[in-house]
């Protein structure tokens, strides 16, 4: 079996203090020696100028960078001069998304789905990259079907991708699944799961309102009853999501990809309970 991959997702911060308090988790992460660290970017292209610093940071620590690129509000011609950029920077790796419409915003820009974008990528740049992509175990929730989903992931395979990274679940055989389906469907490549730590549950609870993520019935019941007990929250939350690493890398997962929220307990939490 290959060697399992271990990467973490950061944000841009917004402030210079925000800056000052990612190195310092960044710090942190780096020593359990990650593939890489990922940087996401704000809907509509919104963090954009924030995202290239970040990268350009992490890359200056000498660490594998990946930034997010996204389709939303996105021209060729901007999505070709960050293409530049990145590859000027020694960037190898890109997380190619189509990205949330932000309210109130009509169009997605010159790219409606992911496989254009990864299209467009590969075109540009040959095989300098390494695109990442998404999956949704789940199933996206714009989709009009399971099926539909997943012949949409499979067009980004097509178009060039070269791996995916989950959306967060809690439940390990919507995964299974998932990998089952695309494997009938000749699609080979590694889907590693995406990992959410669970810190507070009125913030996870908006998140996965707003992206699909199910948090199924018990969890919910359990995380409501501690109201704002963060503590218990947290304690039940580590359990949970540890137990579903174990399962997902017990049952072959490629490896594990972790949302940090820009924290670095709660990763390392899990990270210490799996014994890595």
């Not at 490629?254 to 709660?266: D, E, I, K, M, S």
């Amino acid at each position: 079996m290959s060697k399992q991959l271990f990467s973490f997702e950061f944000f841009p911060p917004h402030t210079p203090e925000g800056v000052e308090k990612l190195a310092a988790v960044r710090k942190q992460l780096a020593a359990l020696h990650p593939e890489f660290f990922s940087v996401t970017f704000g809907a509509g292209g919104s963090t954009q100028d924030r995202t290239i610093e970040t990268i350009r940071q992490i890359k200056a620590e000498g660490y594998n960078a990946a930034p997010h690129i996204s389709c939303v509000a996105s021209r060729r011609e901007n999505i070709r001069a960050m293409l530049d950029i990145y590859r000027d920077m020694g960037i190898r790796r890109i997380v190619a998304l189509r990205g949330d419409l932000p309210s109130g915003m009509g169009s997605l820009g010159e790219f409606q789905y992911a496989n254009e974008l990864v299209a467009f990528i590969r075109e540009q740049t040959g095989d300098h990259f390494h695109i990442e992509v998404a999956a949704y175990p789940e199933f996206h929730p714009q989709a009009k079907s399971a099926r539909e989903d997943i012949l949409n992931f499979k067009r980004k395979m097509a178009a060039g991708a070269d791996s995916a990274i989950t959306q967060y679940f809690y439940n390990a055989d919507s995964y299974f699944y998932f990998v089952d389906e695309c494997r009938k469907l000749g699609i080979t490549v590694p889907i590693v799961p995406g990992i959410m730590p669970i810190v507070k549950f009125a913030q996870l609870a908006r998140f996965s309102d707003a992206c699909g993520a199910e948090i199924p019935r018990w969890m919910r019941r359990i995380l409501e009853g501690f109201g704002e007990d963060n503590e218990s929250v947290q304690a039940f939350g580590l359990d949970v999501v540890a137990q579903l690493c174990e399962k997902l890398l017990a049952g072959g997962a490629p490896g594990l990809h972790f949302y940090t929220l820009n924290q670095a307990a709660p990763t390392l939490a899990i990270w210490k309970r799996l014994g890595l």
